[in-house]
């Protein structure tokens, strides 16, 4: 049975919970926040999405393999691991690189926040790979 308003709020909550759990990963160095928790809540989002649609809707979204994308997340914490190592200092050492901006000077990107999204797309990865496995096992279909 097609449910019509199930289905519109199903796609506004994963757009909310998408800027929701963009806004927690930019703000997880100064304020509670992070890459697990923002990963968490965009994989809330996928998962009603998914309940709603199924899981190939999902995967048609994601355009990857959820391996894939817990390959890159893994990659990219590797990469912030390793930075530190070729500046002389020890993995997992937070390296700042001021980039020049026109608001108010600089802005400091470092490898807090590499690592951070690495965690996020590692996370989202995960949890949607175990989503979509129990979803073709028990062959839910929307």
């Known amino acids: 049975?097609?449910?019509?308003?199930?289905?519109?709020?199903?796609?506004?909550?994963?757009k909310a919970m998408i800027i929701v759990s963009f806004w927690l990963l930019l703000r997880g160095h100064d304020e509670p926040g992070g890459g697990f928790i923002a990963g968490i809540i965009a994989s809330t989002g996928f998962i009603l999405y998914a309940i709603v649609y199924g899981s190939v809707a999902v995967e048609k979204i994601l355009r990857w393999n959820t391996r894939n994308w817990m390959g890159i997340g893994l990659g990219i914490i590797f990469i912030a691991i390793i930075i530190p190592i070729f500046m002389g200092y020890p993995p997992l050492t937070g390296v700042w690189m001021p980039t020049p901006s026109f608001l108010d000077g600089f802005i400091h990107i470092g490898t807090p926040i590499l690592f951070d999204i690495g965690v996020y797309i590692a996370v989202i990865g995960i949890i949607l790979s175990?989503?979509?496995?129990?979803?073709?096992v028990l062959k839910w279909n929307s």
């Open 1 to 14: 049975m097609q449910n019509i308003i199930l289905e519109k709020i199903a796609s506004l909550f994963l």
């Open 130 to 136: 175990i989503l979509i496995t129990i979803m073709e």
